[in-house]
């Protein structure tokens, strides 16, 4: 939920683009906020998948954001991590399961195209893609309290 109005709000202000040289150029007659795909910047690439990012998105609000896009292939698993700040993961295709601790008991949840997950800052968890790649975006608020170093 919080994912879709964070999307709202990016598309009421005008729009910017990141020129290869991470400038930002503005157009008052478009609105909405796009980064291509090749201005992501490339963390991990395995056989079993890919974890790219964005950093410092703003919104004119609240940001800036810290924006990683995950790929699984199928059948795959990414390995448990500890969060230091709030996420909200949209799975953009594919399916699989979220696996967390919550209270010292693990959680499990089956995610589908367009699901929406939040997980809190101490949060540990991991993912399962099944037998269809799963492409999850997270995004993660930057502030001087939440450390978001590329997972």
Not at 48 to 62: F, K, L, M, R
Not at 133 to 144: E, H, W
């Amino acid at each position: 939920m919080i994912f879709v109005l964070a999307c709202l709000c990016i598309l009421s202000f005008p729009s910017e683009a990141l020129n290869s040289n991470g400038s930002t150029t503005s157009s008052d007659d478009t609105v909405g906020l796009v980064v291509t795909k090749d201005q992501r910047k490339s963390l991990v690439v395995t056989e079993y998948g890919e974890i790219s990012v964005i950093d410092n998105i703003e919104d004119g609000t609240g940001g800036p954001y810290h924006i990683q896009f995950l790929t699984l292939e199928p059948n795959s698993l990414f390995l448990p991590v500890l969060l230091h700040a709030d996420m909200v993961l949209y799975v953009h295709t594919g399916s699989g399961k979220l696996t967390w601790v919550e209270e010292k008991h693990l959680k499990t949840v089956s995610l589908k195209r367009g699901d929406i997950f939040r997980l809190k800052p101490d949060s540990v968890f991991y993912l399962e893609s099944e037998r269809e790649k799963l492409r999850v975006n997270a995004i993660f608020a930057n502030s001087d309290e939440d450390d978001v170093s590329p997972v």
